[in-house]
């Protein structure tokens, strides 16, 4: 499942002087073995703080956990900061009454708090994930890191869906709520700017996945106070950096980026291709890495939520949150080399 990487492609790191003193401490706690090591295993965001405090991108900070983070806007108080890597819920955590597949996606929670991570998206079209993400979440004491980010997907009684979700959830409130594919999006938007200034919800966002509905989404970003977006961002599917991606960064609105794997397929494409070393530059250690990296490498996107049903890919997934970021030069190179496979 993970691709290997040799001790000769160890990252090069330019510091400065100053930092030298701090190289040398990680290299007497952890020597290039141990840390490929763990790397390859999707270690602890904790055990690799150092490292991703010293290599986060100016456009991006590291939070306690050692992930990187990016802002959102201020709506309660202050503003705070989100993981880069979230957690998506659409089919993997659609499990039923199956008693087996419910303790697993409790695993796959349990594995997502323990590396630091905060949002888990999902939606009442997504069959029973509600009520499982409900239920991991009781079963490990409702961490206090939670940012539940859901969403109204009906065209009757919105009211009645937000609050069945949020008592599946087992939450006071959720933090995000979103207008699912612009369902209705006049009447249901209205409703959770209401919530919002009521204090029901701490922020209001729109999404859309696949490439549709672009144009509509472009100019409600432009007309509506709405803190959040989300549609569909991978290396294959692009159409986002044209008009949507800046407008965001323009107007100060926090992107979630969905299927970032298009569904799985394009990780599973990835896999069947040799990893190229130079990727350890980003401190890549697996196919999944660097797909994320790719997304959450572009300065206008505040989290991606990729979605698994095992913890072995979760602590895949959350490595793309540690180490270096690619610039905009390095991710054309990501594409480029894509495109070539």
């Known amino acids: ?136 979440i009781a079963r490990l004491g409702r961490p206090g890191a939670l940012f539940a980010a859901d969403k109204v997907w009906t065209s009757g009684d919105a009211s009645t869906q937000i609050e069945r979700s949020r008592a599946q959830w087992g939450v006071a409130r959720f933090d995000l709520l979103q207008v699912h594919n612009l369902l209705d999006w006049e009447r249901k938007l209205s409703l959770l700017l209401e919530m919002r200034a009521a204090g029901r919800v701490r922020f209001v966002g729109i999404t859309t996945s696949e490439g549709r509905r672009h144009d509509q989404m472009e100019q409600l970003m432009g007309a509506h106070p709405i803190d959040f977006v989300q549609f569909s961002y991978n290396i294959r599917d692009r159409e986002a950096e044209q008009r949507l991606l800046p407008l965001a960064a323009e107007r100060g609105i926090a992107v979630i980026a969905n299927r970032p794997f298009q569904q799985g397929a394009l990780i599973d494409w990835a896999q069947r291709q040799p990893l190229p070393p130079w990727v350890a530059e980003v401190d890549c250690a697996n196919w999944a890495q660097f797909l994320l990296k790719f997304v959450v490498g572009h300065p206008a996107v505040t989290c991606a939520i990729p979605a698994t049903s095992q913890p072995v890919h979760l602590r895949e997934n959350m490595g793309a949150a540690l180490g270096r970021l690619p610039d905009a030069a390095f991710r054309r190179r990501m594409v480029a080399h894509v495109e070539s496979l």
């Open 1 to 136: 499942m993970l691709a290997k990487c040799s001790v000769q492609s160890w990252p090069r790191m330019k510091m400065s002087a100053r930092r030298l003193s701090i190289r040398s401490v990680l290299r007497a706690l952890v020597d290039r073995r141990e840390w490929l090591r763990r790397l390859g295993h999707g270690i602890t965001a904790a055990s690799l703080a150092p490292f991703a405090t010293l290599h986060a991108t100016s456009e991006a900070s590291a939070a306690p956990s050692g992930l990187i983070t990016r802002r959102v806007p201020p709506r309660d108080s202050a503003a705070e900061a989100l993981p880069v890597i979230g957690l998506g819920s659409w089919i993997t955590f659609n499990v039923g009454d199956d008693a087996d597949g419910r303790a697993n996606c409790t695993e796959v929670i349990r594995a997502f708090f323990a590396a630091g991570g905060r949002l888990i998206d999902s939606s009442p079209m997504y069959g029973s994930s509600q009520a499982v993400i409900g239920e991991a």
